[in-house]
């Protein structure tokens, strides 16, 4: 058996509760979150072919900040925010496009290098004295490519990319993931917080009785954890035959994604990777989503469908995916908006997890101790 699949039985800490209401009603504590976890962490941006040329360019906008993800000539990734260093005014607007060697700020035309974030041209600031544009080249922010997707930080000194994400570093290596292609994606706004999206993510508990489609394909007692303390959890199900993949009807809809060791073509593999990403991998298509908190009660999901180059080329269609999924998770978004309307009553109080429940406790822990709230767990 190859290591990086460990058939290793979940933990669950006996006593594990729910989190306190306000940890779902607080706009303060919301507050609290961006500062703590989303602005310190790294975040999913996009996919790197989103920017296949030097110059192409995405816009990253959220927490109030707007950061332009670019692809150098050389091949990498740099990223700025979008604040010009004259009189700070947001000079780049649309999500996508490419930049012609410069970006230039439409106010007064400072004029920065694309590649490297270096001022170039600032008009009759030679006549200021000591004026130096070597002083106000873009602010950068940090940016690192992974498994073939594209992460920022907002955190003036984010821990490194290879240490926050050591856990998972190489887990996903032999699914290929850097060569597969987005076919769809989707967006979905929904009314509940988005640890309840997380939460809801980490366990099949659930499935019998929201997913009766889903339940055919994957028994929610099958499978293992391989991660289940710490900030990324997670495990694989079996997919039952005779379906081959988790799709409706059942049937695969492209090529394996990989050059696939023979579990892994029966399994459907479901990791949460903190804060906000889930990424789902089956035999044949990989999804995966972002979660946004935009209120305490509000959140966004940003969702996309991956397959391999050669299902494309060969005449599959994704649609039996994408709709499963869409079905699924439209399942999910419902119950976790009827989960944020009882929590918000004034009789909710935490309730007790069941050891099938054990990752969304986990999940708590590790969230717990990244707001610096350890004294709150209730799973002690
Ligand atoms: S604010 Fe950008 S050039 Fe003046
Ligand atoms: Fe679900």
């Known amino acids: 058996m190859k290591s990086g699949y460990l058939r290793t039985a979940s933990t669950f800490v006996q006593g594990a509760q729910t989190l ?49 993800v670019t692809r150098t000539k050389r091949g990498g990734v740099t990223a700025f925010y979008n604040v010009c260093r004259h009189r700070g005014t947001r000079m780049c607007g649309e999500p996508r ?83 597969l292609r987005r076919v769809e ?63 409706l009807g059942g049937k695969a809809c492209g090529v394996p994604i990989g050059d696939l060791p023979d579990d892994d073509r029966r399994r459907a593999y479901y990791y949460s990777l903190f804060p906000n990403m889930m990424l789902s991998i089956h035999p044949d298509y990989v999804n995966y989503y972002s979660v946004w908190p935009v209120r305490e009660d509000r959140s966004i999901v940003v969702t996309e469908w991956m397959q391999h180059p050669d299902s494309l080329a060969g005449g599959y269609s994704p649609q039996s995916a994408i709709d499963f999924w869409d079905l699924t998770n439209r399942q999910d978004w419902h119950i976790c908006e009827q989960g944020q309307l009882g929590i918000a009553s004034r009789v909710y109080e935490p309730g007790p997890y069941s050891p099938r429940e054990s990752i969304p406790a986990a999940w708590d822990r590790a969230y717990l101790s990244a707001m610096g709230h350890p004294g709150s767990s209730n799973a002690s």
């Open 97 to 179: 496009g490419t930049f012609s060697e410069t970006i230039q700020c439409p106010y007064h035309a400072w004029t920065y290098s694309a590649s490297d974030g270096r001022l170039i041209g600032a008009p009759h600031m030679n006549e200021v004295e000591g004026f130096s544009r070597d002083d106000f080249g873009l602010h950068a922010a940090s940016v690192h490519e992974w498994e073939g997707w594209i992460f920022v930080s907002l955190s003036r000194q984010p821990i490194a990319f290879e240490d926050a994400m050591a856990p998972v570093l190489t887990t996903f290596s032999r699914f290929n993931l850097a060569a």
């Open 185 to 247: 994606r989707r967006t979905y706004d929904i009314r509940a917080n988005w640890k309840l999206i997380l939460q809801n993510y980490n366990e099949c508990l659930h499935c019998p009785t929201i997913h009766p489609e889903l339940s055919r394909v994957l028994p929610y007692t099958s499978g293992a954890n391989d991660l289940f303390e710490g900030e990324f959890l997670g495990g694989y199900m079996e997919i039952l035959e005779p379906n081959e993949s988790a799709t």
């Open 20 to 68: 306190a209401q306000r940890y779902y009603s607080s706009p303060a504590l919301l507050d609290e979150e961006i500062e703590q976890l989303f602005r310190r962490r790294w975040m999913w941006v996009g996919r790197s072919d989103e920017l296949p040329n030097a110059g192409d360019y995405l816009l990253f906008e959220k927490f109030g900040e707007s950061v332009v």
